[in-house]
């Protein structure tokens, strides 16, 4: 059974530093993988898409890799900000019929 | 931009009462989800649906079934709500292509059965 596992499960870091988040998984089948932000109470905010034949996507301050001979996957996050907290979910997307696996998440606060 | 949009954002009911969540996306999706979120379980999934009329077992269907009828439309029924079932209730969409596609979530509907 696939496992999608978070690390670390919990992070606090100063405003404006540069961090990664990491994201692996047991199955290095062919898979697309999607990050997502939670914040409290609230549904989930699709962050970026990498399909299996990419290796990383960007956008604004992020950049998520994919490495799938590895099972990992990184999110980069650039000069953090306070609105940056939030819990950061990785999921593994199947291809066909599009089902997800999630990660339990890294839950990330920016200190001013 | 896509939208996915979950009837209630809160919701209390009573035990052994049956419940229906709504959800509704606007960009013709294929591809639909419901999923269940705990703490320290995270998110499970309960149905999905790869089409109109279709419907697929997900991890933890017991105690669920699932409508849908229209392809923008899904909706999770909890035959008779138990306390068990008290959750966040997520439901996304997404396209059917080969190589996948991304996908997007509803606000979420906390439920609370007492």
């Known amino acids: 059974k696939q496992e999608v596992t978070q690390i670390p499960a919990a992070l606090s870091v100063p405003e404006g530093e540069n961090l990664v988040l990491n994201c692996s998984f047991t199955?290095?089948?062919?898979?697309?993988l999607q990050w997502f932000r939670q914040d409290p109470g609230k549904g989930l905010t699709s962050l970026l898409l990498?399909?299996?034949?990419?290796r990383e996507q960007t956008s604004g301050r992020l950049n998520a890799s994919l490495d799938k001979s590895s099972g990992r996957s990184t999110l980069y996050i650039a000069a953090s900000q306070p609105g940056d907290s939030a819990t950061y979910l990785c999921?593994?997307?199947?291809?066909?019929?599009?089902?997800?696996?999630f990660g339990q998440g890294t839950e990330l606060s920016v200190k001013p | 931009d896509v939208k996915v949009t979950q009837s209630s954002r809160y919701l209390v009911k009573r035990t052994g009462e049956k419940v229906f969540l709504e959800c509704v996306q606007d960009?013709?999706?294929?591809?639909m989800f419901w999923y269940r979120q705990d703490p320290g379980l995270g998110l499970r999934l309960i149905y999905f649906?790869?089409?109109?009329?279709?419907?697929e077992k997900g991890d933890i269907p017991e105690g669920y079934s699932v409508s849908r009828e229209k392809k923008e439309r899904f909706s999770l029924i909890l035959e008779s709500a138990s306390t068990n079932q008290t959750s966040m209730y997520l439901c996304?969409?997404?396209?059917?292509?080969?190589?996948?596609?991304?996908?997007?979530f509803g606000q979420g509907t906390r439920l609370t059965v007492v």
């Open positions: 996304a969409s997404s396209f059917s292509r080969r190589g996948g596609t991304e996908a997007f």
């Open positions: 199955d290095s089948a062919i898979y697309n």
């Open positions: 990498i399909q299996s034949s990419q």
């Open positions: 999921a593994l997307v199947y291809n066909q019929g599009g089902k997800l696996i």
């Open positions: 960009m013709d999706h294929e591809n």
């Open positions: 649906s790869y089409d109109v009329k279709m419907k």
